[in-house]
């Protein structure tokens, strides 16, 4: 077990004002509440597991177990109300409870099959206006293609994006595993949301550093997700600072699965993305599949690096820099920030 941080660092990681940019919705539904969907729709979870053995995550280091046990969480949600509870509590006791201000929440439509587009907007929004009215905490849309289908599917999604458009949707992104579905097989789909005002992102963890440069100059990317590999090329590391692209970086997660370092627990690749001055936001990914929460990242790099409030106010400032606001909004999501910022360092 890792050594504990002392009181004051731990007090400091909750009251740190946090702008989360990389969180899933399927990834986000904890443990109880999948069997708790399960059981109210007749489902049978495979294995017998429990609360306890459902997430098992060790083994993640295998994507595709990973990704296993993501559909089984995504199959459970079924109507608009099982959206708007695990939207609400991944705002609330996964968000505001731990100093989330702002978070952009990932759908994956494809990852629930069966279930109209418009049940999932509809159940996540109402999820989202509630935990805006208890907490205070602001939220947004991106809808996820999944990259391990066709190209025509991620552009009959726009299509359906486009279609039901309302505000609190703000952009797309591309998820699932980036062997099996490279960048360039979805311009058609980016070019499609670009053209209609979407914002675009992409991940980007297990392919090679080229795959950014697609991302950014083929589907017109503005952040891309995870991106550790960037700095296996420094012309390209080089580029990113020079455009001030922003990195959603997910500590826990991606030690896991390795693709953030050697599973080691290290961090040596945020660590060398920081000193390359590259704009780094933390997040917490799929928090209690992987065992963490948003937190839990932050207190990953303190105690691996040494990090402490002016890397953690900066990673926040980034974040506010590269969400999907307004002006208006912007403005009003950094006057939050920097006024808990200030609270913390006057404390």
Request: proline fraction near 4%; glycine fraction near 8%.
């Amino acid at each position: 077990m890792d050594d504990p941080l002392d009181s004051a660092t731990e007090a400091l990681l909750l009251a740190l004002p946090k702008v989360s940019l990389h969180n899933h919705l399927i990834g986000a539904v904890s443990a109880q509440t999948v069997l708790d969907l399960a059981r109210k729709h007749g489902i049978v979870i495979d294995g017998g597991r429990d609360a306890e053995t459902l997430y098992d995550h060790d083994s993640y280091e295998d994507l595709n177990e990973f990704l296993r046990v993501l559909d089984v969480a995504g199959s459970v949600m079924r109507d608009a109300d099982d959206f708007r509870r695990v939207a609400f509590e991944t705002l609330t006791d996964g968000g505001a409870a731990l100093g989330v201000v702002h978070r952009e929440i990932f759908l994956s439509p494809p990852g629930h099959p069966g279930v109209p587009y418009r049940t999932i907007i509809d159940g996540v929004l109402a999820g989202m206006r509630d935990a805006e009215t208890e907490t205070g905490i602001t939220s947004r849309m991106v809808i996820g293609l999944n990259r391990n289908d066709s190209a025509s599917a991620a552009v009959e999604l726009v299509e359906q994006v486009i279609e039901h458009r309302i505000d609190e949707v703000v952009g797309i992104g591309l998820d699932y595993s980036e062997l099996i579905g490279p960048p360039a097989r979805f311009v058609e789909a980016f070019q499609l949301a670009g053209r209609s005002g979407l914002h675009r992102t992409a991940h980007s963890e297990n392919g090679p550093p080229a795959n950014i440069e697609v991302i950014l100059d083929e589907l017109g990317g503005e952040r891309i997700d995870h991106g550790y590999h960037v700095v296996d090329d420094a012309r390209i590391t080089a580029r990113c600072v020079e455009e001030n692209i922003a990195f959603t970086c997910t500590p826990v997660s991606s030690d896991i699965g390795r693709y953030s370092g050697s599973g080691d627990g290290s961090h040596l690749r945020i660590a060398q993305m920081v000193d390359a001055g590259l704009s780094i936001t933390i997040d917490s990914d799929d928090p209690p599949m992987f065992g963490t929460d948003a937190v839990n990242d932050f207190r990953a790099l303190a105690r691996a690096l040494g990090y402490g409030l002016p890397e953690f106010a900066r990673f926040t400032r980034n974040a506010v820099r590269a969400a999907w606001l307004d002006d208006s909004d912007r403005a009003t999501l950094s006057h939050t920030v920097e006024a808990r910022l200030s609270a913390l360092k006057r404390s």
